[in-house]
Structures are given as structure tokens and as C-alpha cells.
């Protein structure tokens, strides 16, 4: 697919692999430091909060200046700060607040580099590649996050905590390298009257793009309350799987393989997205993908087993990375080029804004009510968010489920 996209790709699997380490690495620390729900779960939403302060920024930026210097900056800026978190647990300094700070520096650091990678990518492949550039980018980001990155977490817990930190630094900064071997510039045609006017009008104007748009519109809405339901889910999930008195009863490395397991479906899942588009329609595929991810989080409730968790992460894996692939390539063939950033940022924080607060909602409410509460509570969500999708765009699905309908055949006004 070109140079440029080689790059981006190696990139972003290194950047991925320090996202899976960082991802499971510090919620395991934290558990090793407390077993309050409530302070489990900050780890979270720490990591995620900066998604509903910054989201909007970062997009505006992103189609204001260099794509790629910006992702360059936030690479060797969050490896910087985990540097220093690194060095502190070396000391042996490190508490649960210096961790919540690291990773909530990093979190902020990930707004604006992978609003700035999803907008850049389209050009560095034509659209017609999308789908498969974004299959490839997907893989890569799988095997990262979870098939090396989470259960290398679980033996650096155990073994030297000090590298849970050290070893993402190291990543994020080789990351941020190679972007360099990038040809050309990655910046969008601003008009000068565009480039000096305030930020507020930029991200006024993607607020009112995507509230219009009808699809896009639903599918955010949709993506935010899976996402804060998935983060309550997770955020004490930990709890009901690690440790003596868990119901599952995993060990740390343990729970870094339920990560492993995930990834071993992710990889299919995402290389097939193209194929489950042609075959049953790209909204039915999409569709699809989320009811199934949200009907499988009741497995480990119902029955709380290794022998349950693990299977169940992989076909987690498998519908959860191919409706990732397919709702990323429809935003990036929906949302005009100069629009990209902003509008997909504005989608970003519809969809991942309730993230932090689902985290720290989970927490509060398993402190209460327990911790089945918070996993059966947050199935319902999903599934209620998943048939408010389909009320809400089925009616514009006219043709046979094997015509493999665009999403721009279904949008509305823009």
C-alpha cells in the first residue's frame, strides 16, 4: 500500500504494543496496591477521561496542522512522563496517585495521537483501500494491545513493576521515530481565514456536521453507551476475575492471557470485516458485531469459569474487532476530508466520552450493590444501545441482505 502507510503501520503496532502493556500493567499495579472497587477503577478512568476533555481540541487541530508532527509530539511526550513513572517504581516511590498521574498524562498524550492516525491514514492509501488498510491497522493494534502486550503485562507485575512503565516509554518513542520515515506533508489545505479563527468555531462546526448526519448521528450514540456500559464492565471486571477471593480465581498472568485469548479471535475478525460487509450489508454486519460482543458479557457472570472466559474472549475478539474495522472505514468514506479530524474527533467523544465515567460508575455502584450488579447491569445497557441503533437506521435498509448496502446509501442530511 505504499511507503507512507508502511510507516504508519509498524508505528502503530509498536505504539500498540505499549498501549496493551500500560492497559493491563496498571490496573494489576493498583490491585496489587488496593482492593477498594472504587480506587480499581480509577485506573480507567484515568485513561480515559482525557477522551471527554480533549477530544474536540485534538480534531480541530488535526485538520489544522501537521497529522503526522502531532502524532510525533504525543509519542515522545507520554514516553517521557512514563519514563519518569518508571524510574519512580525503580525508587520505589511509586503509589496508586503517581500511577492515576501517569496514566492520565498518557491517556491525553493517545487523544491526539490516534485522532491524528485515523484521520491521516486516508491519505496514505486510496479509498478504495480503506476497509483493508484499516484491517491491517486493526491487526496490528490486536496483536499489541493483547496478544503480546497484555500477558507481557501480567509477568512484568510480577516480576520487575518498574517496567510495566519503562518498557512503553521505550515503545512510544521508537513509534514516534518512524513516523519520521513519512514522505511528504500531512497537513490540510487551511485557508488563512480558516487557520485564525478561533478553535470553538472549528469545533462548533463539527458538532452541527455530525448531529445532522443522521447515521453518523445514531452510530455515535450508540457507540457511547456500549462504551461506557464496556467500561463499567471492565473496570471491576479485575475483581471478579483475579485473585483468592475472586469468582473466577485467575492469577495475574492469567488475566493477562484472557487479553491473549481476545486478540487470537481479534485477528480473524478483522481481516474478515470485508467479507462480512459483502455478505450481509455493512450495517448488518456492524449491527450485528455489536449485539453479539454485548451478549457475551453475561457468559462470565453466568458462569464464572477459566474454561468459559476464555472462549468467550475470543469470539469477543472476533465481533469486536471486525465492527471496529467497519465503523471506522464508514466514518473515514462519510466525513469529508477537510472534516475529518473535527467531525471524527466530535464522534470520538460522543462515543468514548462516557468512558471515564462509566469506569468510575462501575466502581461506586459494586461498592453498593456488588459487583454482579455492575456486570449484568452493564449487558443490559449494551443491549438496549444496540436495538436503539437498529430502531433508529433500520428503515433506510432497502436492499437484500447479500447487496452489501454502503452506509453512505443509508446516511442523511448532512
Known amino acids: 500500500m505504499g511507503r507512507s502507510f508502511g510507516f504508519l503501520w509498524s508505528s502503530t503496532a509498536l505504539s500498540n504494543l505499549a498501549d496493551g502493556v500500560l492497559k493491563v500493567g496498571a490496573p494489576l499495579l493498583a490491585v496489587s496496591m488496593t482492593r477498594s472497587p472504587t480506587l480499581v477503577s480509577l485506573a480507567g478512568a484515568a485513561a480515559t477521561v482525557p477522551w471527554l476533555l480533549l477530544a474536540l481540541h485534538a480534531g480541530a487541530l488535526a485538520d489544522r496542522l501537521d497529522r503526522r508532527r502531532i502524532m510525533v509530539v504525543a509519542n515522545v511526550g507520554r514516553a517521557a512522563v512514563l519514563s519518569l513513572a518508571g524510574l519512580a517504581a525503580l525508587l520505589g516511590v511509586l503509589d496508586l496517585w503517581v500511577l492515576l498521574a501517569a496514566v492520565l498524562v498518557a491517556g491525553v498524550a493517545e487523544v491526539f495521537a490516534d485522532v491524528s492516525a485515523q484521520s491521516i491514514l486516508p491519505m496514505t492509501v486510496p479509498q478504495a483501500d480503506l476497509t483493508r488498510a484499516n484491517g491491517r491497522v486493526s491487526t496490528a493494534q490486536m496483536i499489541g494491545n493483547d496478544f503480546v502486550g497484555a500477558p507481557l503485562a501480567g ?60 447515521v453518523l448521528r445514531s452510530l455515535a450514540v450508540t457507540a457511547g453507551l456500549l462504551n461506557l456500559a464496556n467500561a463499567a ?126 469506569a468510575a460508575l462501575g466502581g461506586v455502584v459494586a461498592e453498593f450493590a456488588g459487583l454482579g450488579a455492575v456486570l449484568v447491569g452493564a449487558t443490559g445497557v449494551c443491549l438496549g444501545g444496540v436495538g436503539l441503533v437498529w430502531r433508529a437506521l433500520s428503515d433506510r435498509i432497502s436492499r437484500p441482505l447479500t447487496s452489501a448496502p454502503a452506509l453512505s446509501d443509508i446516511s442523511g442530511s448532512r
Open 155 to 214: 509477568l512484568l507485575v510480577v516480576t520487575l513493576p518498574a517496567v510495566v512503565f519503562g518498557a512503553p516509554a521505550l515503545l512510544y518513542g521508537a513509534a514516534g521515530l518512524l513516523l519520521l520515515g513519512m514522505r511528504g506533508t500531512y497537513r490540510m489545505d487551511v485557508p488563512r481565514v480558516q487557520g485564525r479563527r478561533p478553535l470553538r468555531r472549528d469545533i462548533g462546526e463539527a458538532l452541527r456536521y455530525l448531529w445532522s448526519h443522521r
Open 233 to 358: 464492565y471492565f473496570a471491576v471486571f479485575v475483581l471478579w476475575a483475579v485473585g483468592d477471593g475472586s469468582r473466577i480465581g485467575l492469577e495475574p498472568g492469567e488475566y493477562g492471557l484472557m487479553t491473549t485469548a481476545f486478540a487470537v479471535g481479534a485477528l480473524p475478525g478483522s481481516l474478515l470485516s470485508g467479507w462480512a460487509a459483502g455478505r450481509f450489508g455493512e450495517f448488518r454486519a456492524l449491527v450485528g458485531c455489536w449485539l453479539a460482543t454485548s451478549l457475551l458479557l453475561i457468559v462470565p457472570v453466568a458462569v464464572p469459569s477459566p474454561w468459559t472466559l476464555y472462549p468467550t474472549a475470543v469470539l469477543w475478539g472476533v465481533a469486536g474487532a471486525a465492527g471496529n474495522v467497519l465503523v471506522i472505514s464508514a466514518r473515514q468514506r462519510l466525513i469529508p476530508a477537510e472534516l475529518l479530524g473535527r467531525v471524527n474527533s466530535a464522534y470520538r467523544l460522543v462515543g468514548m466520552g462516557g468512558m471515564p465515567l462509566g
